[in-house]
């Protein structure tokens, strides 16, 4: 997997939005960004994914340059339990997915402190 | 319900010892992983195994393997603990198929802590 860049830690305020940078310019044109977070002793959970077009689900929303050599994770509100290190993962879209090419990368990740 | 379990929770042996973390998934996934996370929580995979395929990452001691039972289990043994093993370790799944965008979903984790 192609790699990524992200912030070491972040801070945000309760109730603020939140944008998480990734870079990524390695990308190649099958790979697809993946956002995962870790929650304080838990394990990783995911966020979010995209291709080219920017993506919303209800935990967040995912702004892809149009060169696709960086994203954002948007965190529309923060709250308390967002606080966590989030991953920016480059993911293979290869047809051939039963062997490692599922596999996750972490990097190091944002370490995203919310204020009250 | 529990999409993905593992036990023990905590795990605290002697260096030298053999040991066992299960894990289970309820998901009816395909593919099944193990990850280790170190005190500098750096996350890295350790297997994957899909249809009785395993993927070795190849700095993985080869005293540790993993068992699968079957689709909905895959252990870790982990036989003359070191100190060095002492980590969280996770275990994950995800659907197996063509499409590369199956999310993984995580177990809560096992701290092991080798003596």
């Known amino acids: ?116 | 319900d529990t999409a993905v379990s593992q036990t023990p929770k905590y795990l605290v042996t002697q260096m030298g010892n053999d040991k066992s973390i299960k894990c289970e998934q309820n998901l009816g996934h395909d593919t099944m992983y193990w990850y280790k996370q170190d005190s500098k929580k750096f996350l890295k995979i350790m297997f994957s195994y899909n249809n009785k395929e395993l993927i070795i990452n190849e700095t993985v001691p080869n005293r540790f393997s993993p068992k699968s039972p079957d689709k909905a289990h895959l252990n870790l043994h982990i036989n003359s603990l070191e100190l060095g093993d002492s980590a969280v370790y996770f275990c994950a799944s995800r659907p197996g198929g063509l499409s590369p965008n199956n999310e993984q979903f995580f177990g809560p984790g096992t701290r092991l802590t080798v003596l």
């Open chain 1, 1 to 116: 997997d192609a790699k990524t860049t992200q912030p070491n830690s972040m801070e945000s305020n309760e109730e603020e939005p939140v944008h998480l940078p990734c870079n990524h310019s390695t990308i190649s044109g099958t790979d697809y960004i993946h956002w995962y977070r870790q929650l304080p002793s838990q394990g990783p959970e995911y966020v979010i994914h995209g291709l080219t077009s920017n993506v919303n689900n209800r935990m967040a929303s995912l702004a892809i340059a149009e060169d696709r050599k960086s994203s954002t994770l948007i965190l529309h509100r923060a709250t308390l339990r967002d606080a966590a290190v989030y991953y920016c993962i480059l993911r293979e879209g290869l047809m051939n997915y039963g062997g490692s090419q599922g596999n996750l990368i972490f990097g190091k990740g944002t370490k995203l402190s919310v204020k009250p």
